[in-house]
């Protein structure tokens, strides 16, 4: 089973290793999440912001207006 942390969309197959793990299916969105709110130690696997919010996320998947980080 797959989980995400629910704080910045990082996934793993082992929910110990994330701060704020949920079951994938579960966790479908990020936006509203802070940047500030990313896992210690992940922010070189944040790929993408949202347009709207500003939210931050590892995959595009999980937020509404999706924009890549450059």
Avoid: H, W
Avoid at 1 to 7: H, R, S
Avoid at 21 to 43: F, H, Q, R, T, Y
Wanted: with cysteine.
């Amino acid at each position: 089973m797959a989980y995400t942390c629910q704080n910045c969309g990082v996934s793993s197959e082992e929910s110990s290793k994330l701060c704020n793990p949920a079951n994938e299916i579960e966790s479908e969105n990020l936006c509203a999440v802070p940047p500030d709110k990313v896992c210690s130690g992940k922010m070189d696997e944040i790929k993408f912001s949202c347009d709207a919010c500003g939210s931050v996320s590892a995959t595009s998947d999980n937020l509404c207006i999706p924009i890549e980080i450059r």
